[in-house]
C-alpha cells in the first residue's frame, strides 16, 4: 500500500507564509503526479496545483502566491504559500498517482488532509 503524510498546516494572518510537505512511502515503483487539492466548509474540493515530472499547474486565484515543487528522490511534494488570504482557508490535501509495480496501472492516493486557516 501506499501512504501520504503531510504535515505544515495551521493558523496565520492575513499575508503571511506556510509551506506544506506531503511525503509518499509504501509500495511505490514510480510517481507520476503529486498535487494538492483543497476544501473550504461546505464546498467542493478544488484543485490547487500539480506537478508532473517537473511541469507545473495552478488554479487562477493562487498563481504568484504559491509554488509547488517535488523532491523525487524523497517522493515528497512541497506547497510553499505566501501572500495568504482568508479565502485560501480549507483543509488541503496531497494526492498522487501511483504505480507499485512495473507495468501495473497508476492509481491515485490521497493524504489525511492539513488544515490551513488564514485570520483577518
Known amino acids: 500500500q501506499v501512504q501520504l503524510v503531510e504535515s505544515g498546516g495551521g493558523l496565520v494572518q492575513r499575508g503571511g507564509s506556510l509551506r506544506l510537505s506531503c511525503a509518499a512511502s509504501?509500495?511505490?515503483?514510480?510517481?507520476?503526479?503529486m498535487g494538492w487539492y483543497r476544501q473550504a466548509p461546505e464546498k467542493q474540493r478544488e484543485l490547487v496545483a500539480t506537478n508532473s515530472g517537473g511541469t507545473t499547474n495552478y488554479r487562477d486565484s493562487v498563481k504568484g502566491r504559491f509554488t509547488i515543487s517535488r523532491d523525487n528522490a524523497k517522493n515528497t511534494v512541497y506547497l510553499e504559500m505566501n501572500s495568504l488570504k482568508p479565502e485560501d482557508t480549507a483543509v488541503y490535501y496531497c494526492?498522487?498517482?501511483?504505480?507499485?509495480?512495473?507495468?501495473?496501472?497508476?492509481?491515485?492516493?490521497w493524504g489525511q488532509g492539513t488544515q490551513v486557516t488564514v485570520s483577518s
Open positions: 509504501g509500495s511505490i515503483f514510480s510517481i507520476n503526479v
Open positions: 494526492y498522487a498517482v501511483v504505480r507499485t509495480r512495473y507495468e501495473s496501472p497508476f492509481y491515485n492516493y
